[in-house]
């Protein structure tokens, strides 16, 4: 059964360190989704991404955020300066389609740690 | 952002009993709903999902119901199981107003089923 994959499952980073988060959506969805769930905390929102641009975002994703996809495969999430309330879990999701009611596949996650 | 609450942080039951868990939401544009699973280690997998304009939907051992007056939904599991020990999110999405497919997610419930 295709899954979504996500690299790497844990990373630890220092304040202030641009890090990059990897994502590998099955191969015939057509958007994708960052996540991110702080400990303890709900999963939140951060940005939708189709056909190679932002379909929406959320106030979480402030300018710190930005999204690609650099190839035909990858979908990337990268934090350019990181902050110690930045650690939690990302989550990589696609679908086939921009509706809820279209089945969001999700990743295993990345455990991003700020020291 | 408390648009979506599941109250109950864990559910305890026993194994062949129902398993009840609830979802309130607060923002009446809400018109598509989903329940997820996850386990540890693992992203949120799709479980079930309804549309406003049913107040039910069956599959297999799991069926959710939907009161909109109430704005209230409820996940039922019978028989639980014990592979059925997860943390479980309802979500909801605004489908007729936003084509981004974006999902806000209650707190989660943690059920544990005894065998």
């Known amino acids: 059964e295709p899954e979504v994959t996500q690299t790497p499952s844990h990373q630890v980073t220092q304040m202030g360190q641009e890090v990059i988060l990897r994502c590998v959506p099955i191969?015939?969805?057509?958007?994708f989704y960052w996540y991110r769930q702080i400990l303890g905390q709900k999963v939140e929102f951060l940005v939708s991404?189709?056909?190679?641009?932002?379909?929406?975002k959320s106030e979480i994703f402030d300018d710190q955020f930005s999204v690609e996809r650099p190839d035909g495969s990858n979908f990337t999430l990268k934090i350019r300066s990181t902050k110690l309330e930045d650690s939690a879990m990302y989550f990589c999701a696609s679908s086939e389609m921009g509706l809820a009611t279209y089945e969001q596949y999700f990743g295993p996650g990345t455990r991003l740690t700020v020291t | 952002d408390q648009q979506v609450k599941q109250n109950s942080p864990s559910l305890s039951v026993q194994e062949g009993r129902i398993s009840i868990l609830n979802c309130d939401y607060t923002n009446s544009m809400f018109d598509y709903f989903l329940w997820y699973k996850k386990y540890p280690a693992e992203g949120p997998t799709f479980l079930i999902s309804i549309s406003s304009i049913k107040d039910k939907n069956e599959d297999g051992r799991f069926t959710v119901f939907l009161n909109k007056s109430a704005k209230h939904l409820s996940l039922h599991i019978v028989p639980s199981q014990p592979g059925d020990s997860a943390v479980y999110f309802c979500a909801a999405s605004a489908v007729g107003s936003s084509n981004t497919g974006k999902l806000i997610f209650g707190q989660g419930t943690t059920l544990q089923v005894k065998p």
């Open positions: 191969s015939n969805h057509l958007y």
């Open positions: 991404f189709y056909n190679n641009e932002i379909s929406e």
